[in-house]
Structures are given as structure tokens and as C-alpha cells.
């Protein structure tokens, strides 16, 4: 199986870490293609860069489609989910999606936890997007700057254990999902010091993806993810261009 591990942002390491999640939870023979964004912002944690990179998200899907079994967007608030969902001819899976309904399979009602107070906003249309707003207990996120994308979740670990914490004691959530690709890894670092199940949004996102590959289920062919009709287009990245015309 081959699954193209999407990051719309573009810090390198990032993606190589979400890799290296993904490949520890794959099953055997699985190949993760990691793929990081070759233009666009280094996190994305706004609706406008989210715009950009779910774009671009696009064009690397196009350029990279051949040969895949099932495709991972790996940016927490799943950019450009929807049109790649109508665009691929394989599973789609998002990572805050997966790590969402992997939580509602563990409780009756989750947290998110993340590292930044910019992101809140653009979370919560995430949940409302995902249909889940009843099931979320709260959102929870570290109120301080940080030095680095690549190294915030060593920067944050011991705050990040004790929001959880909050959330699960003080919010009544019975499971927290860890937002953000950045924090990829930190669960299974900080699962002691939590009192509920840490969800883990890159190995959700893996194993969900592998599953729905092996379910073989066919592409839809009506409703909000049929894929568009064939059309011409102007402008667009050569591999895009032939996937809006009805390639894939």
C-alpha cells in the first residue's frame, strides 16, 4: 500500500517528523510518501493560509496521485480536504477529522489541545465543519510564544501534558485529541500524565487511511463528493490542469 502524507505547510522537519509517526503505526509493506508544501507559509494557523496551502495541497496530489492507495492531508483543520476529496479517484483522509472521530470512538466527548491561541478560530469551524460541535468538550491552547515550529512540542511538552489535563479534570472531556502536525509524537511522551486517552492525529490518520484502502469502496458518484465534471482551465500547474480536465 502507498499513502502520500500531504503537508500543506513548508517546514521540512515537520513533515519528516508526522513520517515517522505514520511509518511506527503503518502495517507491514505499507510505503508513507511524505510530501512537504513547496511554496506557502512554514505553519498554517489562519483561514487565509489555510486557503494557500489546501491550493497548493492540490497541486502536489496531482503531481504525485500515480500509484497511490489513499492520501493523508497533514495539516491540523484539514485544508483543502473537501476539493481533494472530489478531485482523488482514492480515500481522502484529514488529520483533524481522523483524530476527531478516532475521540468520539473513545468518549462521549473530547478536547482539543494545541499550542498557539491564533489557531482557536479556525479549530472550531474545523469541528463545526466535521458535524462534531456537540461532541466537543472545549478548546484548550498554550497562551505563550514559542521559539520554533520545529521544536515547539519540546518547548511546550510539560504545558501541553497540563492543558490536557485541564481539559480532561476541569472541561469533563473523556479523551483529548493533539492538534497541530507539530505536536506528531507527543502523546505517547506525555500518555502518563493525562487521566484520559491522547489521540494521536498523525497515527489516527494512518491507520484510518490503510483501513478505508482496504475496504475498496467505490468513488462516489453523486452527492458532495462525486467527482466534478471535466472542464478546461487556464493557467493551473500542467498536473492539475489534466486532473480538473478529467484525468486521474
Not at 502495517?27 to 486557503?51: C, D, K, M
Not at 478531485?87 to 482539543?112: D, K, N, Q, W, Y
Not at 490536557?164 to 469533563?172: I, K, N, R, S, V
Request: with cysteine; charged share 20%.
Amino acid at each position: 500500500m502507498r499513502l502520500l502524507l500531504l503537508n500543506p505547510n513548508t517546514t521540512a522537519s515537520v513533515t519528516e517528523r508526522m513520517a515517522a509517526v505514520a511509518r511506527t503505526v503503518a502495517a507491514a509493506g505499507t510505503e508513507v510518501v511524505p510530501l512537504t508544501a513547496p511554496r506557502g507559509v512554514p505553519y498554517i494557523s489562519t483561514r487565509a493560509e489555510a486557503q494557500v496551502g489546501g491550493a497548493v495541497a492540490l497541486e502536489m496530489l496531482a503531481e504525485n496521485l500515480a500509484g497511490a492507495d489513499a492520501v493523508i492531508v497533514a495539516a491540523f483543520g484539514d485544508p483543502g480536504l473537501g476539493a481533494l476529496r472530489e478531485l482523488a479517484p482514492v480515500p481522502v483522509v484529514g488529520l483533524a477529522e481522523a483524530g476527531m472521530l478516532t475521540a468520539c470512538m473513545l468518549s462521549r466527548r473530547f478536547a482539543i489541545v494545541s499550542f498557539a491561541r491564533a489557531l482557536g478560530p479556525w479549530y472550531r469551524e474545523c469541528v463545526e465543519y466535521h458535524g462534531l460541535a456537540p461532541r466537543l468538550a472545549a478548546i484548550r491552547l498554550v497562551d505563550r510564544p514559542f521559539g520554533s515550529i520545529e521544536t515547539v512540542q519540546d518547548e511546550f511538552e510539560a504545558l501541553i501534558a497540563e492543558t490536557a489535563e485541564q481539559a480532561a479534570t476541569e472541561d469533563g472531556a473523556d479523551a483529548v485529541v493533539l492538534a497541530g502536525a507539530p505536536l506528531a509524537g507527543l502523546a505517547e511522551r506525555i500518555a502518563d500524565r493525562v487521566p484520559v486517552p491522547l489521540v494521536d492525529c498523525v497515527a489516527a490518520a494512518t491507520r484510518q487511511a490503510e483501513t478505508l484502502a482496504l475496504l475498496g469502496v467505490r468513488k462516489a458518484r453523486l452527492g458532495n463528493f462525486r467527482r466534478p465534471d471535466p472542464k478546461p482551465s487556464s493557467g493551473l500547474a500542467p498536473a492539475l490542469a489534466d486532473l480538473v480536465g478529467g484525468a486521474a
